[in-house]
């Protein structure tokens, strides 16, 4: 399958309150590599198995949560195809010049109905994963911590569900891969712009503008156990799991990073095609679309949000 | 290792706390169900309380949670503040209504 127009989540810029702890939990916790810093204090992490320069920014803020969240589109004429799709859906777009961010060339960026910042690139320098490209070693030595595989979507919390649904279809050409349904009314949608379960999800909320979690790939329930026991050595707030989501039936496992934003480290949920169809969640099944193993809402896993 | 008695106005309950764990992992040895415990890192604002008397270390917080103009008043996260001295609080935010709710039920037994 080819996957055109936007490829994937390419990074996420989190709001934390004080950057040496948080690169402490990122990168000696969580495994991610410090790649870079520039002049106004933000610190460019990558996962391992990535090539790009970056794919999460540390920002020192007054208060926790998500600056934007950027994809990387294929190449130049799709970039002026969504960003006219953007304009003409409403939005707020501009450009951000190349070297704003470090390494990233131009970005389109634009708001959404629930109130959430993204951006749109085509350009990211590359850094490389640790392995040559001819005869590599399936992974690299010295990783730490937890060895987060690559940054791999966000799910955020916002009031016009309805609103960043139609843009991100729309005009972004996502397709809606499984979804929570209350009747008429869309409660939870996971999107995809690949073949993976989701790039990126939301959940219908009051409050606009608010990150439930940034999510990182491991490879295997193994290492999502491994997780659970760095969360305790290292004394992380532990939020839920490990345990298994009935919604794209990733193994999990969520904690908190130290400006109490969530984290999740998950492995082997489900894939797509084009051709695939929706999954729909009802909400008498909430609770195994949620935790499948206990059913039980749980009102932090629900409520918290930064 | 000091602890401190900490006094909770809005229950009328008292927990013990050491000086260097926060006042929402010595609330914790209440063995309460209801209490909101989020994110532990001064973040998503659940376990906001007010300081009424009594010394303490606040970390860094929230300001969305936390306005200065609260800070200046001794309103602070609770998984952010570490005693210095025996303090007496007022339950805010997602905890004030369980913990009244026992205040009342423990004045109705005793009525």
Known sequence: ?306 | MNKFNIFINDSDETFECFEQEHLLKGMLRLGRKDIPVGCRNGGCGVCKVKIVSGQYQAGIMSRNHVSVEEQNEDIALACRVFPRSDITLNVLGKMKNEFVRTHVASQNTKS
């Open chain 1, 1 to 306: 399958m080819a996957i055109t127009g936007v490829m994937r989540p390419g990074h996420v810029m989190l709001n934390v309150l004080d950057i040496d702890e948080s690169v402490k939990h990122y990168c000696e916790h969580m495994g991610l590599i410090e790649t870079d810093r520039d002049d106004q204090g933000r610190v460019y992490l990558k996962c391992w198995d990535e090539h790009d320069w970056f794919s999460v920014v540390l920002q020192k803020n007054d208060s926790p949560g998500m600056d934007h969240m950027a994809f990387k589109v294929d190449n130049q004429a799709s970039l002026l195809r969504f960003e006219e799709n953007l304009k003409k859906f409403g939005c707020n777009v501009e450009r951000i010049a190349a070297g704003e961010l470090n390494h990233c060339g131009e970005r389109v960026r634009f708001d959404s109905p629930t109130g959430h910042t993204f951006e749109l690139y085509t350009e990211k320098e590359v850094y490389g994963n640790g392995l040559p490209t001819t005869n590599p070693a399936p992974w690299p030595e010295g990783l730490q911590g937890m060895q987060a595989v690559r940054f791999d979507h966000c799910l955020l919390y916002g009031d016009d569900l309805d609103g960043t649904v139609k843009l991100f279809v729309e005009a972004l050409e996502f397709d809606v891969a499984e979804q929570v349904v209350d009747g008429e009314l869309q409660i939870a949608a996971f999107l995809s712009c690949s073949h993976k379960a989701h790039d990126i999800a939301f959940i219908r909320n009051e409050e606009k503008n608010k990150i439930h979690h940034a999510s990182f790939l491991l490879n295997t329930w193994e290492n999502v156990l491994r997780a659970a026991d760095i969360i305790s050595m290292k004394d992380i707030p532990l939020d839920i799991g490990p345990t298994r989501h009935g919604l794209t039936r990733g193994q999990t496992i969520y904690f908190f990073d130290p400006s109490g934003n969530r984290n999740e480290v998950f492995c082997e949920d489900s894939y797509r095609y084009p051709d695939s169809p929706v999954l729909t969640w009802t909400p008498d099944h909430l609770g195994q679309a949620i935790f499948y193993h206990s059913r039980e809402l749980n009102d932090r896993f629900l409520n918290v949000v930064t």
